[in-house]
């Protein structure tokens, strides 16, 4: 893999991260590597990631050091100049990031002058009836329940007549869109449409489109499945809906899932990967699906991401289960694997 140009994102307030950026410079230095400084927080003013690569260039890998939100850091600005990332795990048990700090450099060797595996993971990107903005006045805003009520928003003319397909947005999600009330006192009313065709009407806290990735983020905290990440699809997940149907849908990349706030609903906060990114008023509605850019992760042997799940929820050590005998960890046998099964990931003979 070539290796001119490589950005950091550092979790700066961890000192292991640290460490492990001075000695990637380091290795830079020996081997004719740039490393240029990447941090979407460092500015003054907040910056995108858009706006981050404009200042710095092209970049052959970005290498993150942190957890798993200092990784989508970097994923936002890899989603502008095409490049794979590397996760270095100083952070908890996170399902995105895998090297831990003291393999850093010799993982970075093994790119440089070898083949590396890149594992591929579907992302998000949508389209709306206008731009998404934040309003100068959302500190009034989340001032509801506080104070004295606000009187209701407008209701914004979005049909297709007026707004045709709508605007597409400069966005990636890697883990999910969430549409959540934005005043504690005001739930959030959303027409859910599949495809084009209105499915049904929540009211709830919250709904959020999430990628296989990011099943296991605030999409499993409400109770959605856990999908394996080689999966392409769209999981939907609502948040406290105030009706019985209550489930998680799963969709094909094909598919995309829209929003529509009702005319009497609370305004509406779109967030990406956790990070706030507009407001919408009655009428507004957005989509959400598959994006023709895909993250490249690289990784060096296979991982075990359901080894992942297992320890970080004790699942292997439930005492009902315990009690009956222990279940080895791996089960294969040491013969050659028959050929029906070699078209199996790692199963290599």
């Known amino acids: 893999m070539r290796l001119d140009r490589i950005g950091l994102v550092v ?10 950026a001075e000695e990637i410079r380091a290795w ?26 404009r200042a710095i260039g092209l970049l052959d890998l970005i290498v993150t050091i942190g957890g798993d939100g200092t990784f989508l850091r970097g994923v936002h600005i890899a989603a502008v100049v ?23 450099i010799e993982t970075l060797e093994a790119a440089r002058v070898g083949p590396v595996d890149v594992e591929e993971r ?20 989340l001032r509801y329940g506080r104070g004295p009520a606000m009187p209701p928003p407008g209701v914004r003319d979005s049909t297709p007549e007026a707004v045709g397909w709508g605007v597409p947005l400069d966005v990636v999600a890697v883990n999910d869109v969430v549409f959540e009330k934005l005043a504690r006192d005001r739930q959030a009313s959303l027409g859910i449409y599949i495809s084009g065709r209105l499915f049904a009407s929540y009211s709830a806290d919250a709904v959020m489109v ?5 099943s296991t983020a605030y999409s499993f905290a409400a109770g959605g499945p856990v999908l394996s990440p080689l999966l392409d699809a769209l999981v939907f997940t609502p948040v406290a809906p105030h009706m019985a149907f209550n489930r998680s849908l799963l969709f ?41 850019w895909r993250l490249r ?41 028959p050929e029906d099964l070699r078209h199996l990931r790692d199963m290599r003979a």
């Open 252 to 292: 094909s990349p094909q598919e995309s899932v829209g929003v529509r706030v009702l005319p009497r609903s609370g305004q509406v906060a779109v967030s990406i990967d956790g990070q706030l990114r507009g407001v919408l008023d009655p009428g507004d509605w957005v989509a959400a699906y598959a994006a023709p």
């Open 28 to 53: 830079g230095v020996d081997r004719g590597v740039e490393t240029v400084e990447l941090d979407v927080w460092h500015a003054t003013e907040r910056r995108t990631g858009r706006d981050e690569t």
């Open 11 to 20: 979790h700066s307030g961890k000192a292991e991260a640290t460490r492990a």
């Open 297 to 337: 992760i690289l990784r060096f042997g296979s991982t075990d991401f359901f080894g992942r799940l297992r320890d970080r929820f004790s699942l292997a050590d439930a005492p009902a289960a315990t009690a009956d005998g222990d279940a080895p960890l791996v089960y294969r046998p040491d013969s050659p694997v």
């Open 210 to 214: 999430s990628t296989a990735t990011g």
């Open 82 to 104: 095409d490049c794979p990332v590397l996760g270095v795990n100083v952070g908890r048990v996170g399902f995105l990031t895998e090297v831990p700090p003291e393999r850093t």
């Open 122 to 141: 579907m992302t998000l990107t949508m389209r709306a009836s206008r731009p998404l903005e934040i309003p100068p006045e959302l500190g009034t805003l």
